[in-house]
């Protein structure tokens, strides 16, 4: 998926436009020229835009997809899987990320689904490395990983206790 997606950010880098073939043969370019009077650099800040975009998506799906199920797998392993505290613990985690996931979403959508601009770009930037951010974005994931660590780990020592 990530290939096509590529590919497909590709066909948007204006640094070098049209295929190959018609450049090694002199050929002009088809279709409208972009021109942009202020911002002579636009093109590249789209391309850019769109990585930026691609990469933190990726991440963070991978991340918020990949982290429960490790933890089922302990879980499991450590045959904690159907103890009510770790059932407990494990659905407070998913509600963490869930809040943080939701809070990622709207920044997303508010500020990188939108043109660049100078004025964006800064008001990007004072959101991004605002305080509120990085707890929603990332300390929420990690406090929702070390319930589910606690939890686990919890069910695992009672359950040897009781023993």
């Known amino acids: 998926m990530i290939v096509v997606f590529r590919s497909y950010v590709g066909k948007f880098d204006m640094r070098n436009p049209g295929e190959p073939e018609q450049q090694a043969q002199g050929q002009s370019q088809e279709?409208?020229?972009?021109?942009?009077?202020?911002?002579?650099?636009?093109?590249?800040?789209?391309?850019?835009?769109l990585k930026v975009v691609s990469n933190y998506i990726t991440f963070h799906i991978g991340l918020y997809l990949a982290t429960p199920p490790v933890l089922v797998i302990l879980a499991e392993g450590?045959?904690?899987?159907e103890s009510g505290l770790f059932i407990s613990g494990f659905f407070l985690m998913i509600i963490l990320y869930l809040v943080s996931g939701i809070s990622a979403g709207w920044f997303m959508g508010k500020f990188i689904n939108h043109p660049w601009t100078d004025e964006r770009l800064r008001a990007l930037y004072a959101?991004?490395?605002?305080?509120?951010?990085?707890?929603?974005?990332?300390?929420?994931?990690?406090?929702?990983?070390?319930?589910?660590?606690?939890?686990?780990?919890?069910?695992?020592?009672?359950?040897?206790?009781?023993?």
Do not use: F
Request: proline share 3%; net charge neutral.
């Open 31 to 49: 279709g409208p020229q972009i021109e942009y009077v202020q911002d002579n650099h636009q093109p590249n800040r789209e391309l850019e835009q």
């Open 78 to 81: 450590l045959g904690v899987v």
């Open 127 to 163: 959101e991004a490395y605002s305080g509120r951010r990085r707890i929603l974005h990332h300390w929420v994931y990690w406090a929702g990983l070390v319930v589910g660590l606690i939890a686990l780990v919890m069910a695992y020592v009672l359950k040897n206790s009781a023993v």
